[in-house]
Structures are given as C-alpha cells and as structure tokens.
C-alpha cells in the first residue's frame, strides 16, 4: 500500500510562494479546520466544541484547478503542517503518502492489538 500511495503523489512539490486564491474548497467539520485557509483567505482559529455537523469550507489540494497541478502551495496545507520545515521545492507528495500509510497501519494495529 506504501508504494502505491506513494507513486500516486510522489510529483506533489511544496512552494512556499504563492497562493490559489480561486480554489473552491471544501467542506470538512469546523474542529478540524483548525489552521486552515477558507476560500476568503481567512485563517480558522481552534475551537473546542467538537460537532460533525458544523461544516466549514477550506481550500484544499483536491479542489485546485487551475495553475501548476503539482504544486502545493501554504493555503492548500493546515498550518500546524507548516510549523515543520518544509523546504522550497520538497518532494510533498512522499511525505504525505508515507505519513498516511504509517499511520493507517499503526491504527489497523492499534485495532487488533487494543486493550479494553
């Protein structure tokens, strides 16, 4: 699974220039949108109450249609991602890929060897 989420995204390049200002969003609950830029620009605080129901838009990678596909720009990613160092140019997709398949399989772990 590794290698197939992996190639899938491995031409994800961050810039950290830049921004996609027409991207559409969309629409994920508000207690996890913490640090995320809303189609207006507008950066989400956090928030404590967590409701499934309270749905706000973000942009997002999904979402981008027009300029360098490829391209990940600082709106596109949760500031609390950015905290890290993240080059000019790095290879985004790898990460992302790698990080996501780890930690489907610690959880899929996690599940089978979980305590009551």
Not at 22 to 37: F, Q, S
Not at 67 to 75: A, E, F, N, V
Not at 81 to 103: H, I, M, Y
């Amino acid at each position: 699974m590794n290698r197939q989420i992996t190639f899938l995204l491995n031409n994800y390049k961050f810039s950290a220039e830049g921004s996609d200002p027409n991207n559409e969003g969309l629409l994920i609950p508000r207690y996890v949108a913490t640090g995320r830029t809303a189609p207006n620009g507008k950066v989400y605080g956090d928030v404590v109450r967590q409701n499934e129901d309270d749905l706000v838009p973000v942009r997002s990678i999904v979402m981008k249609r027009e300029g360098d596909l490829d391209i990940i720009t600082p709106d596109l990613l949760s500031k609390n991602f950015l905290k890290t160092d993240t080059p000019d140019g790095s290879g985004l997709g790898l990460a992302a890929g790698s990080s996501f398949s780890e930690a489907t399989t610690q959880s899929i772990l996690g599940l089978k060897h979980g305590f009551d």
